[in-house]
């Protein structure tokens, strides 16, 4: 059984810093793709940072300099740090394992809540 859980996620004011993490298990972690998505109310829910197997990241425009996505393989667990965060910021954040390799293989924790206010 796939499971990714999420943790870090809490309320934080504008300017501060948090760290979320995703322990993945039931994968073979270091062949997958992982990425954080998030959602806000009403909204889509959009890619924040994915990193490939191999360490390639990529980010969205407007967590770019201010977010960094990493993975620990000997952990099964990727991290995101935000910093600099922003009232827009506020979302729930998931965690997403994904792989293609003749199909797809993709799977999601059930989120951690992000809420930067003061």
């Known amino acids: 059984q796939v499971q990714l859980v999420e943790s870090g996620g809490g309320l934080v004011q504008p300017g501060g810093s948090l760290r979320l993490s995703c322990a993945a298990s039931g994968i073979l972690f270091r062949i997958y793709t992982m990425g954080w998505y998030r959602q806000a109310p009403g909204k889509q829910r959009e890619l924040v940072a994915r990193?490939?197997?191999?360490?390639?990241?990529n980010y969205a425009d407007s967590v770019k300099g201010r977010f960094t996505i990493s993975r620990d393989n000997a952990k099964n667990t990727v991290y995101l740090q935000m910093s600099s965060l922003k009232p827009e910021d506020t979302a729930v954040y998931y965690c997403?394992?994904?792989?293609?390799?003749?199909?797809?293989?993709?799977?999601w924790g059930q989120g951690t809540q992000v809420t930067v206010s003061s």
């Open positions: 997403n394992a994904n792989r293609w390799a003749g199909s797809l293989s993709d799977y």
């Open positions: 990193i490939t197997s191999g360490g390639s990241t």
